[in-house]
């Protein structure tokens, strides 16, 4: 996409949320209408050559349409991830260059290319549903079904492309019944069992080896206020247990401290923007805002060639009056995320601090870490890793990615 084109998506977008978003008129639209919603006889369901329990990642049948948990992506394709802004009321799904931005509460969602797509989701068991195959669809991944001749039973499987085995062949292997008469007496012509290639890689030959449990945690650190005096005994804290986080950069403390800055980035850890003052009084309003975050972005390209589209406010969007949905409307238009936290750490008593975090991380669907440099952020930051290390199985951490790929394609 040009500048120039994506411009006038923008433009066009931002019209139509001036008039009450009449989506309508836009492009690529799914219309998916609301019903109740209940549990069904669930299909069988895999994953590339694999099959996980239903009981484990239950589904819900809407008007015919599986509906499935978006955690569910990312925990059984490690290249796709799920992100929250609870600040915000979004949740992302991305898939390489490919997203889908869900506005939460509402029918519809943005792609990569910012369209305005309709697509009904569900907060059920305190998780976010969506239909699989309509998300299957617009990130890539793919979607297949199949009905037995036989039982009339129903399986599905969602893959990206790693896949060895026909959906056919997978489930011969699986379950053989789903290809075979339910009675010896049927009068039903038989039905050829698909051919096995015996040149593809050997597959789990275990019935089913089922996903990860819904109760693991994808974890976010953030650290805010950064580089300052106690940025490299951070980095030194993170570098003892090997994760990554995402500094929220102050840019007046970046112009200081440009030296710091590129060790941030070198560790391979994330920058995100922070403000360059810290002064909330100067940002009044979405064109204030827009052009402290441009200024910001300008100067760390001077200083790292980098430039960021995660935001966060000081002190986050909740302490910031200025920062209300009409302004959140016209950052998102201009391909910036707003990104707040679930869990401050403080910068008290270490001890409490760390015992904060932990039960906010046991406590929170998917934890967002705000540790703010401090002469005691350091030890609650190992404190917390202390326990992410030892808690390994269950805990995973990583940093917020941009989701607007086009707006690094200049450089």
């Known amino acids: 996409m040009t500048g120039k084109q994506r411009s006038a998506v923008k433009a066009k977008l931002a019209s139509l949320c001036s008039v009450i978003l009449c989506a309508a008129m836009i492009f690529g639209i799914i219309v998916v209408f609301r019903t109740d919603v209940g549990a069904a006889s669930g299909p069988l369901l895999y994953y590339n050559d694999r099959a996980w329990t239903k009981a484990r990642l239950p589904l819900e049948s809407v008007n015919n349409l599986w509906y499935v948990p978006i955690r569910l992506y990312a925990q059984l394709f490690p290249d796709v991830e799920v992100q929250y802004n609870n600040g915000f009321n979004l949740f992302i799904i991305q898939n390489g260059d490919k997203?889908?931005?869900?506005?939460?509460?509402?029918?519809?969602?943005?792609?990569?290319d910012l369209t305005k797509i309709y697509i009904l989701t569900y907060k059920l068991h305190d998780e976010y549903y969506v239909p699989a195959e309509t998300v299957c669809r617009y990130l890539g991944l793919g979607y297949e079904t199949l009905?037995?001749?036989?039982?009339?039973?129903?399986?599905?499987?969602?893959t990206n492309g790693s896949e060895k085995l026909t959906i056919e062949e997978l489930v011969a292997r699986k379950?053989?019944?789903?290809?075979?008469?339910?009675?010896?007496?049927?009068?039903a012509p038989p039905v050829t069992m698909p051919p096995t290639d015996t040149t593809k890689k050997p597959v789990d030959t275990e019935d089913t080896e089922p996903a990860p449990e819904l109760g693991e945690r994808t974890i976010y650190l953030t650290i805010e206020d950064s580089p300052g005096e106690y940025t490299d005994e951070i980095?030194?804290?993170?570098?003892?247990?090997?994760?990554?986080?995402?500094?929220?950069?102050?840019?007046?403390?970046?112009?200081?401290?440009?030296?710091?800055?590129?060790?941030?980035?070198?560790?391979?850890?994330?920058?995100?923007?922070?403000?360059?003052?810290?002064?909330?009084?100067?940002?009044?309003?979405?064109e204030a805002i827009l052009g402290d975050i441009e200024a910001e972005n300008e100067l760390l390209y001077g200083l790292v060639r980098r430039k960021s589209h995660i935001w966060?406010?000081?002190?986050?969007?909740?302490?910031?009056?200025?920062?209300?949905?009409?302004?959140?409307?016209?950052?998102?238009?201009?391909?910036?995320?707003?990104?707040?936290?679930?869990?401050?750490?403080?910068?008290?008593?270490?001890?409490?601090?760390?015992?904060?975090?932990?039960?906010?991380?046991?406590?929170?669907?998917?934890?967002?870490?705000?540790?703010?440099?401090?002469?005691?952020?350091?030890?609650?930051?190992?404190?917390v890793l202390s326990f992410i290390s030892e808690n390994s199985d269950a805990c995973e951490v990583r940093t917020i990615t941009p989701a607007f790929h086009e707006y690094n394609d200049i450089y």
């Open 99 to 112: 997203y889908l931005s869900f506005i939460m509460d509402s029918d519809y969602a943005y792609n990569e």
């Open 147 to 158: 009905t037995s001749p036989y039982t009339g039973e129903t399986a599905v499987r969602v």
């Open 175 to 187: 379950y053989p019944g789903f290809f075979e008469p339910v009675t010896s007496g049927t009068t």
């Open 235 to 286: 980095l030194d804290t993170l570098a003892k247990y090997g994760y990554k986080a995402t500094f929220f950069v102050v840019g007046e403390y970046a112009a200081a401290k440009p030296e710091t800055l590129s060790r941030i980035l070198a560790e391979g850890h994330e920058i995100a923007l922070h403000t360059m003052s810290h002064d909330q009084k100067v940002l009044d309003g979405a």
């Open 312 to 383: 966060r406010a000081p002190e986050g969007s909740g302490g910031m009056r200025q920062l209300d949905r009409a302004v959140e409307v016209e950052l998102n238009l201009r391909g910036y995320l707003v990104w707040d936290f679930n869990i401050d750490a403080g910068t008290g008593d270490v001890r409490k601090a760390v015992r904060k975090v932990i039960d906010g991380i046991w406590e929170t669907g998917v934890p967002v870490i705000r540790i703010r440099e401090s002469e005691s952020a350091a030890a609650i930051l190992d404190g």
